[in-house]
Every structure is written in C-alpha cells, then in structure tokens.
C-alpha cells in the first residue's frame, strides 16, 4: 500500500489535494508534527501522526487527538532522529509499496539535506521513495533508472553523488551523455541535463545518486 507522509515543511495545499487527498487515495497517511496543520486545513484524517509536537498548534492537536483511529505516537524533542526520518521508518515497517514525503523541503536547509538523505533508508529497504514540492522530484537511484519523456516531473534533470563516487555512469538519451564515466562528490558536471529521447535510461556500477527532475 503507497503511504504519504506530510511533514512540516512548505507546502502547496492545492497539490496536496488535488494529487493526494482526492477521493481516490487508498494509502496511508502519516503526518509529521505541524504537517498536521496542512491535513487540518483540508479537513483530512491521517492514520498516524509522529512527532514531538513542538511546532504544531495546540488546537490542531487537541482536534486530532479527539479522532478516533488515529495512531499517535510521540517522542522528546531531544532525540537522535528527525520527527520526518521516525515517520519514514514507520512507513517502512508498515512495508508500504512506495512513499512519497512532502513537507520536507524548505526554509531549513539542514531539514532539507537531512530528509535527501534519509531516502537512503528506503532504498536499503528496497521501497521506491520520493520527495515532492511544488518545483522537484527527489529520489535515489543504486544501479539503473529508465526515464520517460511524458512522465518527468520537469525538464531539467540534476545528477549528485550521495557516495563519495559513482562509478561506471552511462547516461543515454540527453543531452550531455556519459559513458563508463567516475563521478565524483563535489562537482557540478550533472546539474540540468535534459532529456533529447522519448526515453533516456541511468545506468551505474557503484555508488548511490541523488536524482532531481526539476521545473522553473
């Protein structure tokens, strides 16, 4: 079952309702500490909330905790993980078949690399994860990804190295293609490639990348 997590984070109410909370999600939703609010605005009941609930309203709160059904589990503020990277893990235990997190980028840029970060967690789980706002779509990719023109979030597709190299990239179907090639942590050689094919395909031997689809 897809699960959603909404984190506390910017994010576009309309989008969140229109793509997520329409009728006809059928998945999980987990809320993060205020990302509660966002769920509050559009009258949306979550399966769980998780966080140590000190950015959140105390009269969203004091609302959810009135739901029946709801499954609130709560932590200290000091801990050694983020409110977001606790709902990722729960997302994981509940073997979900793929997640998608919003609310995790924003102002905080630490939030934002620590949650691009933690994605890593899902792909050791073998569970397709994304993270989404109004102008990218953030995923990992371990060895290769095949990419469809009709279907990219935007046209500019960014390429980083979460390990210290990737080896043995090949990139075919861009504009800037790559063959065998080591990247290493550090440049800026794959911000905004494009696609030139209907299908451009990512290939590597080692390493982990952080891949970003991008829109102005």
Known sequence: METLIVSGGEINLKNLKEYFLNDG???????????????????????????DFDSISKEV????????????????????????????????????????????????????????HILKEALEAKIPCQILDDY??????EKEKTLYQNKTFGKYISLIPLTSTVEGLTL???????????????????????????TARIQLKKGILIVIESKD
């Open 25 to 51: 999600f059928k998945g999980n939703i987990i809320a993060v500490d205020k990302g509660l609010e966002a769920l509050y605005q559009l009258n949306k009941i979550p399966n769980y909330v998780v966080g």
């Open 61 to 116: 709160l004091e609302f959810y905790q009135k739901k029946p059904k709801i499954i609130f589990k709560s932590y200290l503020s000091h801990k050694d993980n983020t409110d977001t990277d606790i709902a990722l893990h729960l997302a994981i235990s509940l073997k979900s078949s793929s997640i998608t997190i919003l609310g995790a980028l924003g102002k905080r840029m630490d939030h934002a690399l620590s949650n691009i």
């Open 136 to 141: 990218n779509k953030i995923y990992l990719v």
């Open 172 to 198: 075919t179907g861009f504009q800037y293609p790559l063959t065998n090639y080591t990247l290493p942590i550090g440049i800026s050689l794959g911000i905004s490639n494009e696609m030139i094919e209907k």
